[in-house]
């Protein structure tokens, strides 16, 4: 089975400055997907970036990019330039892929953008 | 596009009766729904996967008699909670698939979610 571990319930930034979120996990999957899923107070669930496990390049959407180690199997979320917008649950996501579209998410990290 | 709706988005019931959720894809067919479950403070977790026009498949340790899961049609899955006790109150997400362009993606849109609370 596969597991998604954060380590860090919560953290806080400054406006304007970068923040990055850990993400590891447990697979024994040679390819799969990971996603990083926004949860603001609203609590609907926002895409916030994907990444396919057989894609070196690092994934990357406007202010947020990740960095996916692989062999290491991390994956962490940079957000740059913070903006008090940003300001919500984050959930680290992995599918197995291969037919199976099922989700295993991380405990969370819950971000405050400080103004 | 791929937008996923939920009714209600808040319901109160009194304990013992049961309640239904919809779950609706607006601008595709959906070909498998999911339902989950989340306390406050916590991560989401996967409660059954809805296949249309067959059986819901339950994750271990969700009753399939209380959460009864009904994929009738391509844009619509349904939750109903059955006799309803204080302890199944909690916030219930649905997410959808598009097979024209999750296929590839593996990703999942999610509905608003509904809040369910039990007298």
């Known amino acids: 089975a596969q597991t998604v571990t954060q380590s860090q319930p919560e953290m806080s930034v400054q406006e304007a400055e970068t923040v990055t979120l850990s993400c590891t996990y447990d697979?024994?999957?040679?390819?799969?997907?990971l996603f990083w899923y926004k949860q603001p107070p609203s609590r609907q669930m926002i895409l916030v970036i994907r990444?396919?496990?057989?894609?070196?390049q690092n994934a990357t959407e406007n202010r947020f990019s990740v960095n996916f180690q692989k062999a290491a199997k991390s994956f962490s979320l940079k957000i740059s330039d913070s903006q008090l917008g940003d300001t919500a649950m984050y959930f680290c996501a992995f599918s197995a892929g291969a037919g199976s579209y099922q989700l295993t998410f991380g405990k969370g990290t819950k971000l405050s953008v400080i103004p | 596009g791929a937008v996923v709706s939920q009714h209600p988005s808040w319901v109160i019931c009194k304990s013992g009766t049961s309640v239904k959720i919809e779950c609706r894809s607006l601008d595709f067919q959906a070909t498998t729904m999911f339902w989950y479950r989340q306390f406050p403070k916590q991560s989401l977790m996967l409660m059954a996967t809805?296949?249309?026009?067959?059986?819901?498949?339950?994750e271990q340790g969700v009753e399939k008699d209380k959460f009864l899961i009904n994929h009738a049609s391509l844009t619509l899955s349904t939750l109903t909670v059955t006799s309803a006790h204080p302890e199944d109150s909690s916030f219930y997400i649905c997410?959808?698939?598009?097979?024209?362009?999750?296929?590839?993606?593996?990703?999942?849109?999610f509905g608003p979610g509904t809040r369910l609370t039990v007298t």
């Open positions: 809805s296949n249309e026009g067959s059986k819901a498949t339950y």
């Open positions: 697979t024994s999957e040679s390819n799969y997907y």
């Open positions: 997410s959808a698939r598009d097979p024209m362009t999750s296929e590839s993606s593996y990703e999942q849109y």
């Open positions: 990444q396919e496990a057989y894609k070196q």
